[in-house]
């Protein structure tokens, strides 16, 4: 492969890096085609999955300024693929699937934290979704808006009604 053209596949990679955000180095050695073929799910989930060749990954990871990747570079061994995302935890849910540990997870970086190790796949999978978040928050602050109409409904619609029902309501 020329160095031009290396160049070009760096920057590339560093590029979709910065676009998603999240990603999962995965090994990908001990699949067969069977198997490789069922991975092509995670199309359908929103993650982008790449072969790549380390040293080139190992390049484009220094190139990026903004995040320091070195806790990574230890994973780039053997057979790296690479899964790209927008939800941080959609890869490890997709991982999760196969009972027989392949593909295996070799590091991640989600939600703008380093995960290395095939042990932390639980907890990665387990991270909330920044629409998960933004759910959880609404409900919290819809509940006390509920529970004064639901006390204007069984009060009569009356100052005493309602008065009388938060007064007989547990704390």
Known sequence: MRKEDKGVIIGQLADTVKEYGHFYLVDTTAMDAAATSELRKCFKAGVKLVVVKN???HKALMSIEEVDFSPLFDSLKGTTSVMF???????AKL???YKDGVPTLKAAYAEEGIY????QLEALANIKSKNEVIAEIVALLQSPAKNVISALQSGGNTIHGVLKTLGERAE
């Open 85 to 91: 995302c927008e939800t941080a935890n959609v890869p």
């Open 116 to 119: 290395v190790g095939a042990d």
């Open 55 to 57: 040293s080139l990954l």
């Open 95 to 97: 991982l999760k699937e």
